[in-house]
Every structure is written in C-alpha cells, then in structure tokens.
C-alpha cells in the first residue's frame, strides 16, 4: 500500500438478506482515498453508496445487512479483523461521518452540548468542564452561539441541525470525514451557507473527505477526484474536471444530460431511458446495459473491467475501453 493511502476499498461485496428476498447491494466496490484528498462518490438512490460509507465503519444494519467478500484497509489495517474496541476507537475520532438526516442521527432527549461533548470525553482526557468548553467553540466554528449549547435538537432548524451534526464530525480533528448527503433535506440557500462551511472547515483540519451525493454540482463545489456508482460497482473515476468535462460512461453522460443549463441554447434535457438496477435482480454482465444506447453482446454477459482510458481517468466500459 502506498504510504498516503488512508482508506482503500477492494472488491467490497455486500448483501442484505430481509424477509423479501436478497439484495446484492455491493457487488465488486473498489475505491481507493488518499491522505487529503476530497473525493465525490455520486450515483442514484438505490446504487449502494451509503452502504458503502457505513461498510467503512462496520455500522451495517444487523442482522440484515452483511459484508460477503473483499476487503475494507484503513491505514493498512483491515477494518472487518478489528476488535470492537479498535472500532470504537476509530469511529469519530479517526473516521467520522455526518448523517443524511439531522433529525434522526441526533438523540432528542440530549442537549446538543451534551451529545458533542460525550464524543470529546469519550477520546480525549478531559474534564466535563473542558469538554463544554470545546464544544462552544466547535459551534461557534459552525455558526451557532456557544450559548445554545443547553439547547435540544427540536429548538434548531433543518440547516442548525445540520451544523451541529458538522460540529459533532469535526470535534476530534478526524482523518477521513464522510459526509452523506448532507444538504438534502435543506433549501438552496442553506445548502450552500452547509457547503461553504465545510470548504472552510476541510481547509483549516486538512481532513480527507468522502462527499456522497446524487447532486454533481456538490461534487464540483467540494471534491478534486470523483467516482460514479451504479449498481454497486464504480463504473467511472477520475479527477473532477475530466469526468463532468469528458465523461467517458454512457451513465455518467447521461446524468450530467439531465442537468439543466442556464446559459445558451434551451434544449430538451436527455433522460436516461428504464429504471435503476434493483440490488435483487441485477442483470447478468453490465448493470447498466439494458439502459444503454451503446450496448453490445459482451455487455450483457460480461462485467466490464476498469480500464485507463486517459491518465488518471478510469471506466469501466468495453466500447469506451476499445476506442469506440
């Protein structure tokens, strides 16, 4: 491994098992992130990113939800052999994760000062008293007055909650943030107060981050490399300006078709034709070829390896792969 890998994802094959049958929710994720490094992983509702992100910190649902194959290496070290208190250890402190919806990730009957503080004493040496103290100061950080910091989650809005569940994800300084979908629920003008923040927030803690979306332009605002999932699988990787400038996928083309412009020309937004690979019943070969307007034989057979097409930009595509 190189030395400034943090995290590396290799071959990563999830199930979930559940009374109406069984979903192949991974099926192959290899994903490497680098020490610094701000990286977008974007696809569809349905392709598998968020379990991805709570592979990374063995949180899957239990029982349901199962890791099968490859394998998880943070720091080298493989994250589905560590002991529950080598887990405990690293979540929040050395990886931490701030949730879709603020709402749900945050205990009602807590104060926010007693939430984020908890993780403080939970890691760090220190003194109730200290750990309060941080804690204004990490919600002054975020934008909220340090004296709310008796105040419950139900006295803030969507967009204050949202920067709490930042402030408690930043406390202890982690390595790697992963931030899922974290401007969803919110309006266009919080969103980017949310983005603007954590752009600032990423500058001054020098922290790798795994932005998931489904909205590229959160990727373009935030990240320097992307990776496009479908169905389980990276499909497209590279950095930011070549996959959204020259996208070689026929998915990742088709999503960017369907952003409207507001500049030039109006023209009719092209749709990507069927629906979203469902995880129990993925078609055999390319997940995306009953989608495809370049399909041909072998991609309904075959899984596509990834392939280099242009130095640092990857896909995972016979036609583009061959020069087509």
């Known amino acids: 491994m190189e030395n400034n890998v943090l995290l590396e994802i290799k071959d990563l094959q999830v199930q979930y098992v559940t009374e109406r049958g069984t979903g192949n929710a991974l099926n192959g994720l290899t994903l490497t992130i680098h020490k610094g490094e701000s990286l977008g992983l ?54 931490s994760m701030i949730f879709q919806n603020p709402l749900t990730s945050l205990n009602p009957v807590f104060t926010i000062g007693e939430q984020i503080s908890m993780v403080i004493r939970k890691h760090e040496k220190c003194t ?35 920067r709490v569940g930042i402030a408690a994800g930043i406390a202890l300084n982690p390595e790697l943030l992963i931030a899922d979908e974290p401007t969803t629920a919110l309006d266009v003008t919080i969103q980017a107060q949310i983005l ?4 600032k927030l990423k500058t001054q803690y020098d922290t790798s981050l795994l932005m998931i979306t489904h909205n590229l332009g959160i990727i373009s605002e935030l990240c320097e490399n992307v990776a496009v999932i479908y169905g389980g699988r990276i499909i497209e990787h590279g950095p930011v300006k070549d996959v959204f400038g020259t ?70 595509c016979f036609v583009k792969a061959e020069g087509k």
Not at 128 to 157: C, M, N, W
């Open 128 to 162: 109730h008293r200290q750990a309060d103290e941080k804690t204004k100061q990490l919600l002054e950080e975020v934008g909220i007055p340090g004296s709310r910091l008796h105040d419950y989650p139900s006295q803030f809005s969507g967009g204050m909650r949202q």
């Open 196 to 199: 603007e923040l954590m752009k």
């Open 247 to 316: 996208p070689l996928h026929p998915y990742t083309a088709g999503l960017l078709g369907a952003i409207p412009s507001l500049e030039g020309k109006k023209e009719r937004l092209h749709a990507i034709p069927g629906k979203i690979a469902g995880a129990t019943n993925l078609p055999a070969g390319c997940a995306f070829h009953p989608r495809c307007e370049m399909c041909i034989e072998k991609c309904k057979s075959q899984v596509p390896p990834m392939a280099t097409v242009r130095p640092g930009h990857n896909v995972a």
């Open 42 to 95: 974007v696809g569809e509702t349905g392709a598998g990113k968020t379990t991805a992100a709570l592979s990374v910190l063995n949180l899957l649902p239990k029982p349901a939800g199962r890791i099968i194959g490859g394998e998880i290496l943070y720091n080298g070290k493989s994250v589905q052999k560590m002991s529950n208190k080598e887990l405990m250890d690293i979540r929040g402190k050395k990886i």
